[in-house]
């Protein structure tokens, strides 16, 4: 009987630890890919972490008024080879991003690309896999 629940449990651990990776991604089925916005705004945060980078924002609306805004975009990894750095966005920046937007209305985007300061796009080119 020992060995039994002995080998259940190793069983239960195991498909536990396979299957953590299957939740931790997702596709795109909550944006409208039918869509592309572009906004224009001040970066309050940059976050170059997996599984995805996050790009924060203020964007003013038509009626002048301050809305939150969420950039999400691909990994690190897939961006440090386009030349995006952990320094590529800092608080205060004056951008301009362009992507899919969410199904739900939020105020929330997928980037295709982003334009700096400067004048330089940064584009997550075509490695768009979420």
């Given at each position: 009987m020992k060995n039994r629940l002995y080998i259940l449990l190793i069983a239960a651990a195991g498909v536990?630890?396979?299957?953590?990776?299957?939740?931790?991604?997702?596709?795109?089925?909550?944006?409208?890919?039918?869509?592309?916005?572009?906004i224009k705004g001040e970066v309050t945060d940059f976050e170059f972490r997996n599984p995805h980078v996050l790009i924060y924002m203020k964007v003013k609306d038509d009626r002048g008024n301050i809305k939150k805004w969420t950039v999400e975009v691909v990994s690190p990894n897939s961006l440090s080879r386009r030349g995006w750095t952990k320094d590529s966005f800092k608080p205060g920046d004056q951008i301009t991003v362009t992507g899919n937007p969410k199904k739900n209305s939020s105020q929330a985007l997928r980037l295709n690309s982003a334009i700096l300061p400067n004048g330089q796009e940064l584009s997550t080119g075509d490695d768009n896999r979420y």
């Open positions: 536990i630890t396979i299957s953590g990776p299957m939740f931790a991604h997702h596709g795109v089925a909550d944006l409208d890919m039918t869509k592309t916005v572009t």
